[in-house]
């Protein structure tokens, strides 16, 4: 899994143009934790999927 380490100063970047609360995704952490998901294989034929209700942003369900 990746680690988005984010400074001070980007914090408070994204803070003052966007205003908060605000909420940033990381699309490589995003895509490989989806990947990995999807390798580890399910029990008994299930399949993984995701809860659009956890973040029903059109850019994330577009993603995965």
Known sequence: ???FDPTDSLVRDV???F???????DEATLT???RDVLA???PFGFTAR????????PEILRLL
């Open 50 to 57: 995701y809860a659009v209700k956890a973040n029903p942003a």
């Open 40 to 42: 580890f294989g399910g």
């Open 19 to 25: 205003g908060t609360p605000t909420y940033v995704y």
């Open 32 to 34: 490989a934790t989806a």
């Open 1 to 3: 899994m990746h680690a």
């Open 15 to 17: 803070a003052t143009r």
